[in-house]
């Protein structure tokens, strides 16, 4: 089974922008749909992107259109989440994850990450 381990998160003002990455170890997960969820104190995790197993097609929350990016590069094994003009809001444990299905519409999680804090100061 994949191993899933998040990086990149912090600290940042609002309007600032992170770069999260994801990578994997023990097998590729090139085949498969890749996504990013996030859960705020209090809230229900949540998905805010997923991408289609080779990075063509991509799926967004409503409220991160615009501001975040999700890509993938499979030659090195990892995902990736741009996140710009970050808001209060946005502060959340983000959550790599990896889906069953190979299309950027999958819903069945096949693995997860641990999670890195993203925090965002007004």
């Known amino acids: 089974q994949v191993q899933l381990v998040e990086s990149g998160g912090g600290l940042v003002q609002a309007g600032g922008s992170l770069r999260l990455s994801c990578a994997a170890s023990?097998?590729?997960?090139?085949?498969?749909?890749m996504g990013w969820f996030r859960q705020a104190p209090g809230k229900e995790r949540e998905s805010v992107a997923r991408i289609n197993w080779s990075g063509i097609t991509t799926n967004y929350l409503d409220s991160v259109k615009g501001r975040f990016t999700i890509s993938r590069d499979n030659a090195k094994n990892t995902v990736y989440l741009q996140m710009n003009s970050l808001k209060p809001e946005d502060t959340a444990v983000y959550y790599c994850a990896e889906y069953s299905g190979t299309s950027a519409d999958s819903s069945t999680v096949r693995s997860w990450g641990q999670g890195t804090q993203v925090t965002v100061s007004s």
């Open positions: 023990g097998r590729t997960f090139s085949y498969s749909a």
